[in-house]
């Protein structure tokens, strides 16, 4: 326990290097016998989180579905279902852990839809009564929900207003009931798909514009009303569209899509103008549905690309604040199509979509965590000391391991030494880190393997730290600082991501 409360204070770091993510898919629950699919999340916590989306039953009508990660393994929630042709749920959200709320849409035999939303309670999703604006007999429904608070939380979707208007539809909870709140879209074809929040007088609502020509589509909420923004199509594309927007507390705004012939897509507000960002597009068609948003140099954002064969693959792709990044990502289906990705505060997140095995199409969750701060190996080892190691994304609230190999198999004894700074001091032909914290630990054929948790606090992001083995008893290093009989292994510097 001693060392996992020292790396408590010193493993933290801010780069990227390359053990800056770790994504593997994990199993989880489809109750449908052919149908299931997840497409929203939210992570409160390292150890909850919910996804939610929509199975098909045996008699092949669609009905709700919620699952719950309770820290150690995926399980069905039941949900509640008020059409008799369909129901589906497209958003979550969670206003603090246990108070979670969930939207989507109901469909009825003679072809009308109503808004559906549910809210956790006693262990299962109830349904609340929503507004439909143009009664239950009409066309509207509901894509995304964001909650400030317990009493703040915002749903957005739309509706058919006319033959020929399909407008934007924004639904408010203020802690007792749902209310409409009206936009200054009033004409148009409007499609919204997602929402997101910087604060609660800072809300973004993105889709598309049907027309001759199809774009991007984003509206703002000051704290008064709900306002259309201008977005730029990227040039001599057919079409454009918006499928989700991700918003951090510092106000840093992306939202992605595709465009073209299934291009990626992503758009950054600048805070006066949106501006469209080179994304990597891996095949002839990819496109991008969710993003990850921590700063305006910190974004993860999340899709799939086509394969030759028609099925798709994960698309995962960071950007630094200059330019994206692939991320390697796992494919553990025939198909996977990633559509949202969380993390909480601190510790690991998910990505969740839906995959296809034929014959059936399934949920697809992968445990997510990175970017991590960078681990560079500042070498400065003699003797028989091994090589020391630090793997997975060094990050508030993550575990790393911390490797030892190739050390004197006939050590016994470990001294881990850590200092809040580096690089090492030469000390004859070796290079010592100070001995600001020494660990002893017992070392056995030749290395040792452990976790250590960073701790989860923000303050310490940028902060460094240099570890380093010296063992014995063996060979003499030549550092007549450490005598005779020991070795040092090289010396690694981590520095904290966020």
């Given at each position: ?214 774009k991007p589509f984003a509206m703002h909420w000051n704290g008064s009303t709900w306002k259309a923004t201008p977005v730029p199509s990227p040039a001599g594309a057919p079409f454009a569209s918006f499928k989700g927007v991700g918003a951090s ?244 510097q981590v520095t904290i991501g966020e």
């Open positions: 326990m001693l060392f996992r409360s020292v790396t408590f204070v010193v493993l933290l770091a801010a780069a990227v290097g390359a053990q800056s993510f770790a994504i593997a898919p994990v199993s989880t629950p489809n109750p449908g016998p052919f149908t299931s699919i997840v497409s929203a999340l939210a992570v409160p916590s390292d150890t909850e989180a919910w996804a939610v989306g929509d199975f098909l039953d045996a008699a092949a009508v669609e009905k709700t579905l919620v699952i719950h990660y309770d820290g150690v393994s995926w399980t069905t929630v039941p949900s509640g279902n008020q059409g008799s042709q369909q129901d589906d749920l497209t958003g979550v959200a969670t206003a603090a852990p246990g108070d979670v709320w969930a939207v989507g849409g109901s469909m009825f035999t003679n072809g009308t839809q109503i808004t559906l939303i549910e809210r956790l309670h006693a262990g299962q999703f109830q349904i609340v009564p929503s507004p439909n604006p143009t009664g239950p007999t009409g066309n509207q429904r509901l894509n995304s929900v964001v909650a400030l608070a317990p009493d703040n939380v915002w749903a957005v979707g739309w509706f058919i207003a006319t033959g020929t208007d399909l407008l934007p539809l924004v639904e408010h909870w203020d802690g007792s009931a749902w209310t409409i709140v009206p936009t200054t879209v009033t004409t148009g074809v409007i499609f919204i798909n997602g929402v997101a929040a910087v604060g609660p007088n800072d809300i973004w609502a993105v889709g598309s514009s049907e027309g001759a020509v199809q507390a510092s106000g840093a705004v992306f939202a992605v899509g595709s465009s073209g012939n299934e291009k990626t897509l992503v758009e950054r507000w600048t805070g006066s103008a949106w501006t469209i960002l080179p994304s990597i597009d891996v095949s002839t068609q990819s496109r991008f549905f969710g993003a990850l948003v921590r700063s305006d140099s910190n974004v993860v954002v999340v899709g799939s690309s086509f394969l030759p064969s028609g099925f798709q693959k994960t698309l995962v792709e960071w950007w630094d604040g200059a330019a994206f990044h692939l991320v390697p990502s796992p494919n553990p289906f025939a198909s996977n199509t990633p559509f949202a990705i969380a993390v909480p505060p601190c510790g690991p997140g998910w990505i969740v979509g839906g995959a296809d095995q034929p014959p059936s199409l399934k949920t697809l969750a992968l445990s997510f965590a990175g970017p991590g701060g960078a681990v560079s190996d500042l070498g400065g080892g003699c003797g028989a000391g091994g090589t020391l190691s630090v793997l997975g994304p060094v990050s508030p609230g993550l575990d790393v391991t911390l490797k030892l190999a190739g050390a004197d198999p006939g050590a016994t004894v470990g001294v881990l030494n850590i200092a809040a700074a580096g690089p090492p001091t030469s000390c004859g032909p070796c290079a010592l880190v100070p001995y600001q914290l020494l660990v002893l630990l017992p070392i056995a054929g030749g290395g040792i393997s452990f976790p250590a948790t960073v701790p989860c606090d923000a303050s310490l992001v940028g902060s460094t730290a240099v570890l380093q083995w010296t063992v014995g008893p063996t060979t003499s290093t030549g550092c007549p600082l450490l005598g005779a009989h020991r070795a040092l292994s090289n010396a690694v």
